[in-house]
């Protein structure tokens, strides 16, 4: 291979290792902002109100009793009909191995 060939493959694996990365980084960062404005969030609405008092009572009523239950929980806030298919799988392949499991 002549070096011409030799850099232009060298220059597109740099320029797709770079953006790679920098796609990571990007990424990186706008999780932990995310995170930032959701851990401010909780804490103005709930966690300051909670120890001033000013949080109202949550009253959580028992609808159904599950002592001794084997129990699977499984959710999908959309609704199981909105899911991707693969979700769709997962809670079918639940179904046929849960055993004695509800």
Request: aromatic fraction near 18%; proline fraction near 1%; hydrophobic fraction near 35%.
């Amino acid at each position: 291979m002549n070096n011409f060939v030799l850099y232009s493959l060298y220059f597109i694996y740099s320029a797709f290792f770079l953006n790679k990365h920098r796609r990571i980084i990007k990424g990186k960062i706008l999780y932990q902002k995310e995170h930032e404005n959701i851990a401010n969030y909780l804490e103005n609405t709930y966690i300051k109100k909670y120890f001033e008092n000013k949080l109202d009572n949550i009253q959580i009523k028992k609808t159904r009793n599950i002592n001794g239950k084997k129990i699977i929980w499984q959710f999908w806030y959309q609704g199981i009909d909105n899911a991707p298919c693969i979700i769709k799988k997962c809670f079918k392949s639940v179904q046929k191995y849960k055993g004695n499991y509800e």
